[in-house]
């Protein structure tokens, strides 16, 4: 027998407890399993792309015409790709063209070419058989030079001795403009500057010819290098830090009538406020967050949680949960700026804690604050918003068998809600108190919210998916239910019976961390088989013949037994859980109805030649701790009724009987109660039922109106005598009622 703690929901087979792994999970399981989850991925993805027609987003182009107001639902602050893109244009525009070194190369093959055409010039000049009209065509004709009609005028009427003063100062005024640096965007600058280098002492129709001449052969010597520019430009734009924008809460993005710029598309975008169109991107980036979500939480389930993976209620309530989550999520949070705060975002976790365990419900948070993110584009207040209260809210209501709890646990959530409020409040450096006070507003009505969808989701999850819940437990515990209406009519003494088991099964659940809510609901159905014959049964005779001394030992012994498949008929038929049904088989085991086997073996003479299975009950044996406690409580308070302890030594020597014996039997063997288990629910036993049966004073009838006198000794006790010749009526009564307040007393609840 090993540990293993058990939640009220809790369904299909029950395997060996002490043994099984994931590896022990069966292959159809696990493909049932893969296939649900396949299939909520499936819904999940097609939630998170498809556009839902009131999510409040738009649908809007550079260029188009704002059809209403658009106010920002919250706080953004996103990367601004068109702003920094535009700092970055600016920076590489102000980078100025690169050019190469001015190339002497060039100077040097532009004075060559000065000196062979001065040359020419020379020789055309001194050609006697040339008249003036052929000279000017010569000159003219010289390619790279483009000289006006005075110049060459001038050149062919100059002196020899001024001619070779001009063909001199050419290719020194040509050197020096050349050795600057000349661009093709600078070249007429550069020409405007050779007049200024050309010799003072020339004549100034002398200088004009020089310079017509240096400014025909003046070239550019350095040019662009567009690879040396590009690469500046990019040094400046890399050099230009992304811009952060930012858009405060309730901020107008666009009012009816602007005109959309790319700036309001991407605050949109970052808003999660522009419905775009859809797109394969999209859905391969919503495949594969989801994808990556349900990977881990199936991996968490394989290693940590293999029983749920044989438990397909519980299994479709967790697929149930983070679909509908999603849903909601995706209508509410994307254009919304106060609604997402009422939305109650604890009340799934809350309930899977109930009808799972905490460990899936904390499993779940985590993923579920993830979804938040996704669909808010990154809200870290709303996801720390929703994440602290749902694991507040969680942690709190570990129990939920009170309705109280339900409130306190809402009242945690309001907390959580408020100091997440408070603290991005505080982050913002400035106080908005209207702000301030809608989302307080948004938190408390949120609290409640909570409380009502976690009470309305555990009667809901109960009808849809069979799963027991601490609510439905509540409620069949009533005493107005019909069945136990029934039982106490039909089966006065079972009733009596029953409230005491309740009662032991309830402190030892406690004791030993199993679920008291559910074991004390079982315990109250267990018996009810007993109301179709009850007369049957020893504590519902109070006076006649035994109807058994009319019966043979075999006939009795069904009678008995019978009263196990009532009883699930009858559970059936008032629609009890399966859980609770549980109760009723379990309890009993597969026991041997001694008194009529041993009858049976006496009428026979012998034991082998009586069936010892048709004396015995058909099981199964108890397959939960809760139901192993159940039968525990039920065997030792009906050993302890019939044999009377006189003290509270033998008293705990028959309860320790009575464990030991269904402990040898073999009944416990299907159970994970642990010898430490047994010991406190034996202690558990005892503290109850020592209340029940402790010893009474007689008091004799002639004594009863008399006081007794100072320093008379008190009579000695005598044991209680339940039902016993030695005792009259009027006492047995007084000792019924004083147990049944002291059982009440015990449970603390009114006395069915």
Not at 160 to 173: I, Y
Not at 219 to 232: A, G, H, L, Q
């Amino acid at each position: 027998m090993t540990t293993a703690s058990h939640g009220p929901a809790a369904d299909g087979p029950r395997p060996d407890w002490r043994t099984f792994r994931s590896q022990d999970i069966p292959w159809p399981t696990r493909l049932r399993v893969l296939a649900i989850w396949l299939a909520v991925a499936l819904v999940m993805i097609g939630i998170l792309v498809t556009r839902l027609p009131l999510s409040g987003q738009v649908t809007l182009q550079v260029g188009d015409v704002a059809p209403r107001d658009i106010v920002a639902p919250r706080q953004a602050t996103y990367l601004s790709d068109i702003q920094t893109e535009q700092r970055r244009a600016l920076a590489a525009n102000a980078v100025a063209d690169a050019y190469d070194p001015p190339q002497a190369r060039i100077g040097r093959q532009q004075l060559l070419l000065a000196s062979q055409i001065l040359d020419y010039i020379t020789s055309v000049r001194r050609d006697s058989y040339a008249d003036a009209e052929a000279k000017t065509a010569y000159i003219r004709a010289i390619v790279g030079l483009d000289l006006p009609a005075s110049v060459i005028n001038r050149i062919l009427a100059l002196p020899e001795a001024t001619w070779e003063r001009v063909a001199s100062e050419v290719p020194v005024v040509l050197e020096q403009a050349m050795r600057a640096d000349i661009r093709e965007n600078n070249l007429a600058d550069e020409r405007r500057k050779v007049a200024a280098r050309v010799r003072l002492d020339l004549a100034d129709e002398d200088a004009t010819v020089v310079n017509e001449i240096v400014q025909d052969l003046l070239v550019p010597n350095s040019f662009f290098n567009s690879e040396r520019t590009e690469e500046r430009r990019q040094a400046a734009r890399d050099a230009v830090e992304p811009v952060t924008a930012t858009v405060e809460r309730n901020e107008i993005i666009l009012r009816s009538g602007d005109i959309v710029t790319a700036q309001d598309v991407e605050a949109l975008r970052a808003l999660g406020l522009q419905q775009s169109s859809w797109s394969w991107q999209e859905l391969r980036a919503a495949s594969g967050f989801v994808a990556l979500l349900l990977a881990v939480f199936l991996y968490y389930l394989w290693r940590q949680e293999p029983l749920l993976w044989l438990r397909p209620r519980q299994m479709l309530l967790v697929a149930f949960a983070y679909v509908v989550f999603t849903l909601i999520v995706k209508a509410v949070l994307p254009a919304r700026a106060l609604l997402p705060y009422f939305m109650p975002y604890a009340a799934l976790p809350i309930i899977l804690t109930i009808a799972v365990n905490l460990r899936v419900a904390a499993v779940t948070i985590g993923l579920f604050t993830l979804i938040v993110g996704w669909v808010s584009a990154g809200s870290l207040e709303l996801m720390t918003f929703v994440l602290c209260g749902s694991l507040v809210g969680a942690l709190k209501l570990r129990r939920s068998d009170r309705m109280v709890n339900f409130a306190w646990a809402a009242l945690y959530v309001l907390v959580s809600n408020l100091l997440v409020v408070a603290v991005f409040r505080i982050g913002a450096g400035a106080w908005d108190w209207r702000g301030l006070l809608e989302l307080s507003i948004a938190s408390f009505v949120n609290a409640v919210i909570t409380a009502t969808v976690v009470l309305l989701g555990l009667y809901l999850i109960g009808a849809l998916f069979g799963v027991i819940t601490p609510v439905q437990l509540l409620e069949i515990s009533r005493p107005t239910h019909p069945l136990l209406r029934q039982l106490l009519l039909k089966a006065p003494g079972t009733y009596h019976h029953t409230l005491i088991v309740s009662n032991m099964a309830e402190r030892a659940a406690e004791a030993i961390g199993a679920d008291a809510l559910l074991t004390r609901v079982g315990a109250y159905y267990h018996d009810v088989g007993k109301t179709i014959r009850p007369y049957f049964f020893v504590e519902n005779r109070t006076e006649g013949a035994d109807p058994h001394s009319r019966l043979d030992p075999y006939t009795s012994a069904q009678v008995i037994i019978t009263h196990v498949k009532d009883g699930i008929e009858l559970a059936r038929k008032y629609r009890l859980p399966e859980r609770i049904i549980d109760f009723i088989p379990q309890h009993q085991g597969t026991l041997l109805v001694s008194y009529f086997y041993h009858q049976a073996v006496e009428q026979a003479g012998s034991a082998e030649a009586v069936d010892q299975a048709q004396f015995r009950y058909p099981g199964p044996r108890p397959q939960t701790r809760e139901t192993a406690i159940t039968m525990l409580a039920d065997g030792a308070e009906a050993t302890v009724r019939a044999r009377h302890p006189a003290s509270i030594e033998e008293l705990e020597q028959i309860v320790s009987e009575s464990i030991q014996n269904r402990l040898l039997a073999g009944q416990l063997d299907d159970c994970p109660l642990t010898m430490a288990d047994l010991t406190g629910v034996r202690r558990a036993f005892v503290d109850v039922l020592r209340g029940l049966h402790h010893p009474r004073i007689a008091y004799p009838s002639d004594m009863a109106a008399q006081p007794r006198a100072a320093g008379q000794a008190a009579p000695t006790p005598a044991p209680a005598n339940n039902g016993g010749a030695q005792v009259s009526s009027a006492q047995a009564e007084e000792e019924r009622a004083s147990d049944d307040g002291r059982a009440a007393e015990a449970d603390d609840r009114p006395v069915f």
